[in-house]
C-alpha cells in the first residue's frame, strides 16, 4: 500500500499546534521510521495515520484514495504500541488468535494463520505458555504476531521496543528487519532512537517541534544533514560544532581559539560562506591523526586542541578536547584503544573537507 500525507496538520482541542504541514509520500511496503525528541510530534502522526486522531487540516491517503474520515478498521491498519497489553489469563496461540476470533474467523484459518505468525516470529514451541512464563522479548514478538495474523498490509508502531533491555532489543531490532521482509507491510515505525531508525529503515523522517526537518535514507541523513538540528540528532556522539566566520583567507573561530585555512575549500564556495555567522562541522569519527592515506595537507583541515579526558569503550575511545587552547569550544573526537593521551595534552587532528559540514548559524541550513 501506498501512503500520501499532503499539508497535514494536527491542533489539538485545548488549542496546541503538535505537527505542521506535514507532506510525505511513502511507498508500497517501505520501512519508513518517524524519529525526534519526545514532544516532536511523532505519536501524533502516527495516530492521525491510524485514526486514532482526527487530522485538523490536510490529507491522508492510501493508494491514491482520501481516508481522512475513515475508521481505524475501515483503513486495514495493524497497530503494535510500546506496552503490549497481553492478556495475562491467555496462552500465546489465545492471545494471538484473539482479534480474528472476534472478527468471527473460522477456526481452520486462525490456526493457520497464528502458526505462520509463530513460524516467523520464532515462538511455535511458546504457543501454550502464558505471557507471564515469557521473557520480555517474547511477549513483545506475541504483540507483533497479533498484527501480523491480521494480513494488513500497513503496520505502524510505537516504540515498540522500548520495554525491552539493551540486548534485546539489539536483537529485536534485526528480527524486525526480516518479519518486514517476509510480511512485505508498509511499515511506519516511531522512535526516539536513532540507532533504530539508522538500522532498519529504508529512509527516516526526522522531527522537531511538530515540522519534518529532513527525509531520507540513513546514509543521505548521515552524510548530508540539511540544517543542524538533524546533524546534531542523527549520530552518536553528535556531530562537532564549531561557531566561526571568514576572515580574508582564514575560517576563525569566533572565541578566536583557532583558525583554520579556507585553502581546501574551493573560491566558489568560499565565497558562499563569506560574511555569514557559520557553523562549521565535522564527525567525532571523521578525524584522523596523521595526514590519512590518500590526501595531501591540502585536502585537510589541520585542527588542535587541548585533551580534558580520555574514555575508553573497548574498541575506540572518545576524546574530550577543547579546540584550540583550553578556553576553545569543546569537542569529541573517535580513535582507537591504542593513541595515548593524556589529560591537559595538546592533540592535532585533521579533517578531509569532504567530511567538513557548514551550516548558516542563522538560518541553520547548510551551506552546499
Ligand atoms: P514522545 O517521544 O515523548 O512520545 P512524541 O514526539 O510522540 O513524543 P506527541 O505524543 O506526538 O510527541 O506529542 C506532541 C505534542 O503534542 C506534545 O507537546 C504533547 O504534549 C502534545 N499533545 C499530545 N497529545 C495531546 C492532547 N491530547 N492534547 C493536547 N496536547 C497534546
Known sequence: MALELKHVTKIYDNGFQAVTDFNLEIK???????????????????????????????????????VNDLSPRQRGIAMVFQS????????????????????????????QRVDEAAKILGLTEYLDRKPKNLSGGQRQRVALGRAIIRHADIFLMDEPLSNLDAKQRVNMRSELVKIHRSVGATTIYVTHDQIEAMTMSDRIVVMSLGKVQQVGTP?????????????????????????????????????????????????????????????????????????????TAKDCFEFKGVVEVSELLGDVQNIYITVGNAQGAKAVLKAGPNLVTKPGAEIKYFVKKEDMHFFDAISQDVIE
Open 28 to 66: 508500497d511496503k517501505e520501512f519508513i521510521c518517524l524519529v525526534g525528541p519526545s514532544g516532536c510530534g511523532k505519536s501524533t502522526t502516527l495516530r492521525m495515520i491510524a485514526g486514532l486522531e482526527t487530522i485538523t487540516d490536510g490529507e491522508f491517503n492510501i493508494n491514491g484514495v482520501k
Open 84 to 111: 503490549y497489553a497481553l492478556y495475562p489469563t491467555l496462552t500465546v496461540y489465545e492471545n494471538m488468535a484473539f482479534g480474528l476470533e472476534l472478527a468471527g474467523f473460522d477456526q481452520d484459518v486462525i490456526k
Open 219 to 295: 546514509k543521505e541523513l548521515y552524510f548530508h544533514p540539511k540544517n543542524l538540528f538533524v546533524a546534531g540528532f542523527i549520530g552518536d556522539p553528535p556531530m562537532n560544532f564549531l561557531n566561526s566566520h571568514v576572515e580574508g583567507k582564514q575560517i576563525v573561530a569566533d572565541d578566536n581559539s583557532i583558525t583554520l585555512p579556507v585553502a581546501p575549500l574551493g573560491k566558489e564556495f568560499v565565497s558562499k560562506l563569506e560574511g555569514k555567522s557559520l557553523v562549521v562541522a565535522y564527525r567525532p569519527e571523521h578525524v584522523y591523526y596523521e595526514i590519512p592515506e590518500g590526501s
